[in-house]
């Protein structure tokens, strides 16, 4: 059974960086499609930035060039730079891997999950 497991979540104020760190239970082959969600209370889960099969990277326009997600060679984990942060960052993050072709959009079509973990950004 696969398991994920984010850290590096925490409060930092507008304008710093965080590095979030997804570590996968067993590998997973990096033809697989892997990604980074974020939901607020009272909002549906969002795709955040995804990396498929061929290194190919997604980024939502909202973290689009301030934001680098990657696998981290040599390990199972998916890693995810955000810059310049924003209290608009704010949220839960969830690190996701889908075990079948394709890297889609919508969180439902990833088989597994992570717990989260807390962004916190303060003006």
């Known amino acids: 059974h696969v398991q994920l497991v984010e850290s590096g979540g925490g409060s930092v104020q507008a304008g710093g960086s965080l590095r979030l760190s997804c570590v996968v239970s067993e590998y997973i082959y990096s033809t697989y499609c892997m990604g980074w969600f974020r939901q607020v209370p009272g909002n549906e889960r969002e795709r955040v930035a995804t990396?498929?099969?061929?290194?190919?990277?997604y980024y939502a326009p909202s973290v689009q060039g301030r934001s680098f997600v990657s696998r981290e060679k040599g390990k199972h984990a998916l890693l995810l730079q955000l810059n310049s942060v924003k209290p608009g960052d704010t949220g839960m993050y969830y690190c996701a891997v889908r075990l079948n072709s394709g890297c889609p959009i919508f969180p439902r079509d990833f088989e597994h999950w992570g717990q989260g973990t807390q962004v916190t950004v303060s003006a």
């Open positions: 990396v498929d099969g061929y290194a190919g990277t």
